[in-house]
């Protein structure tokens, strides 16, 4: 019998790999799309095509979750061994704007699984990992922080986080589920969301190099990051869920940067050499001729800012044998690669239009 995985949020960054890397392990992988009225599953799609006799392997299941009787008829219907919860309103900016349904989704929705999964009376044998954030330290109390570095989240996104890994490690400890929240810092790849400030950068900086675009506009460049590889961070989901008991990990690099480190090694590896002027609002970056490419806009400070976040993961270090395989500067360039390549082939369908 193949094992079961249910993914919520199987179309986004880290569902994708996720998914491949499961698949990979010869899982069966069911996963929860919302509807949507334009397709969204460009992440996922070559995952169907699959390799002989693994058709099948890979299902997908309509469910929303803000919406119980969905997720309770597919956890009833597929009775995984595993259910990993990734789907969330997961954009911290946008989260002020929408802070009912970030609460919602994010934190109510971790709850509708945990219960529908305790009252379907799976509670012993599925296994339940929440996608828990570095955004819960928000206003650093420590650095680096550790799992027992106390939160203090900045955002109504980290306050209905701070409510799923709370409720996460309830059910665990109420009633004796194998329930474990992965602390896991900012991770990012090539299929990276674009409003997101490491894809926004590569993708614009591409599109600058090739004329496609004149400027980038960013909010708070020294804001600080502990960013990854998303590839590398789903393997260690999966770890989580097989050890004998259940805990929680923090996953991080250990290695901060800022935004403006990001741009700027982005830029290099377009050939584009940045010298940065002025400060606050006034900052703004020009290329070796002059031309002024990167500039502050205001509209994207958001109004509390987690300023500067790096993990300690010598916990998953040591229990989950934890080593990030890709590095900052390979990050980058394999973000820049891939944008360029999509920037260039958007320019090659309109030559041809
Ligand atoms: P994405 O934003 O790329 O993906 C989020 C997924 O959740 C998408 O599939 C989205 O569907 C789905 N979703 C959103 N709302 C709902 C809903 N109401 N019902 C069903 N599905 C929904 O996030 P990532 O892949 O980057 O992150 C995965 C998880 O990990 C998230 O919970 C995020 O908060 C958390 N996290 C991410 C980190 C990171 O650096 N990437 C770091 C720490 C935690 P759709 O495609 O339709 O929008
Ligand atoms: P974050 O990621 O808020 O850390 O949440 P994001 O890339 O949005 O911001 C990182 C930092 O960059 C600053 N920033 C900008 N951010 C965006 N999006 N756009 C900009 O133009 C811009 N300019 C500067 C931000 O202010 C911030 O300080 C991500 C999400 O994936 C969460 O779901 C996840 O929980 C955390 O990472 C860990």
Request: aromatic share 10%.
């Amino acid at each position: 019998m193949l094992k079961k995985a249910l993914i919520t949020g199987v179309t986004g960054q880290d569902g994708a790999y996720l998914s491949e890397f499961l698949l990979g392990k010869g899982y069966e992988v069911h996963g929860i799309k919302r509807r949507t009225s334009l397709f969204n599953t460009a992440r996922i799609d070559h995952l169907f095509e699959g390799e002989p006799g693994r058709t099948g392997q890979f299902q997908l299941h309509h469910g929303d979750m803000t919406d119980s009787s969905s997720l309770t008829h597919i956890l009833q219907k597929v009775r995984p061994d595993e259910v990993y919860n990734l789907a969330a309103q997961s954009h911290v900016a946008v989260s002020f704007e929408e802070p009912e349904y970030t609460a919602n989704s994010d934190a109510m929705g971790a709850l509708r699984l945990l219960e529908a999964i305790r009252f379907l009376g799976m509670g012993e044998t599925t296994r339940f990992y929440q996608a828990s954030t570095s955004e819960l330290y928000g206003l650093v109390q420590e650095t680096p922080q550790k799992e027992t570095t106390p939160f203090y989240p900045r955002s109504p996104y980290a306050v209905a986080k701070l409510y799923a890994y709370w409720i996460t490690v309830n059910y665990r400890e109420a009633y004796g589920m194998y329930a474990c929240n992965g602390i896991l810092f900012n991770h990012e790849s090539p299929i990276r969301g674009e409003t997101f400030v490491t894809r926004k950068i590569t993708r614009a900086l591409a599109r600058i190099k090739l004329g496609m675009q004149d400027e980038l506009l960013l909010g708070n460049m020294d804001a600080r990051r502990d960013w990854g590889h998303a590839r590398d961070y789903v393997q260690m989901m999966w770890l989580m869920l097989q050890q004998e008991t259940p805990e929680d990990y923090v996953i991080a690099t250990g290695q901060q940067y800022s935004v403006r480190e990001f741009v700027s090694r982005a830029a290099e590896k377009l050939d584009m050499h940045l010298t940065f002027e002025g400060a606050g609002v006034e900052e703004v970056a020009r290329d070796q001729d002059g031309r002024v490419v990167v500039r502050v806009d205001p509209q994207y400070f958001r109004p509390a800012e987690v300023e500067t976040l790096l993990g300690d993961a010598s916990k998953a270090r040591q229990q989950l044998g934890w080593e990030p395989e890709t590095s900052f500067e390979a990050l980058v360039d394999e973000m820049v690669t891939s944008d360029l390549a999509e920037a260039e082939a958007q320019l090659r369908a309109q030559a041809h239009s």
